[in-house]
């Protein structure tokens, strides 16, 4: 934690959760002033994790409502609007919430915005897949493998034949110079860090046409 007096401001590094709270500053001068404000630190979340999110503020008369990005949020059978609106609850967070909430404060005589809570979800992979260049693969030519995923974050990708590990990693395998050697069931599989789960893509088999094809054969 880094204090700066001259601006009375308090700079926290390597949040965790538990840094979670209420923080109070006391201005002291000829005219005594004082602020308070709520921060909430969130660690990454995993799709149909339960999520609350609590606004608060003084004054008298108030009224709450939540914005998830440029939308008011609206209570549904996931997302519960409780404590007259000051608590946002989400009984199982999906992927599709994931966005940037701001909790809107107002009376009759002013309006005030919270800080935005960034909400990421993050899920997978799922629906694993190779993509190949157009075949006919012939030899001395190049082929060109990519690998898909649905998930957040990215996840990292190893390519297999026939279930052997390669030494490359990436979404992209190019195979140079082919030769019937590598003729095989290609697969990849991607691995999300965060959700600690890997899936395998179905084999896509490539089958490299030798020259023996384009030969005569004289007697
Ligand atoms: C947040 O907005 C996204 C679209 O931007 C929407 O798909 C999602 O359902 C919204 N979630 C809530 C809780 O409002
Ligand atoms: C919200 O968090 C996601 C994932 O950590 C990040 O990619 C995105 O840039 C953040 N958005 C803002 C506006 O900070
Ligand atoms: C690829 O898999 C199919 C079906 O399992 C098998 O018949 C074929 O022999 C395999 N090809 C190679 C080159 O291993």
Redo the contacts with the bound molecule.
């Keep these: 934690i880094i204090y700066f007096p001259s601006t009375a401001s308090l700079e926290l590094r390597n949040l965790l959760t538990n840094d979670s709270g209420e923080y109070r500053v006391e201005i002291v001068s000829a005219t005594a002033d004082q602020g308070s404000t709520t921060l909430e630190v969130l660690a990454d979340l995993l799709e149909n994790a339960p999520v609350t999110l609590r606004c608060s503020s003084s004054g008298s008369s108030l009224t709450f409502l939540w914005m998830n990005g440029s939308t008011e949020v609206t209570a549904s059978d996931r997302v519960q609007l409780t404590n007259e609106n000051k608590t946002l609850n989400f009984t199982s967070v999906s992927r599709y919430d994931q966005g940037l909430y701001r909790c809107h404060v107002s009376n009759p005589v002013s309006h005030k915005i919270s800080e935005t809570v960034n909400i990421t979800v993050n899920y997978g992979p799922e629906d694993t897949r190779v993509s190949p260049s157009k075949p006919p693969y012939a030899t001395g030519s190049t082929i060109i493998l990519m690998c898909s995923a649905n998930s957040r974050p990215s996840p990292h990708f190893t390519w297999h034949v026939?279930s052997t590990k390669l030494p490359h990693d990436g979404e992209k395998l190019q195979l140079m110079k082919v030769t019937m050697s590598n003729?095989?069931?290609y697969s990849c599989r991607a691995f999300n860090p965060k959700t600690s789960v890997t899936v395998e893509s179905p084999?896509v088999?490539i089958t490299v046409t030798g020259e023996s094809d384009n030969m005569f054969v004289s007697q």
Excluded: A, D, I, L
Aim: no cysteine; proline share 33%; aromatic share 0%.
């Design positions: 026939n003729n095989g069931n084999p088999p």
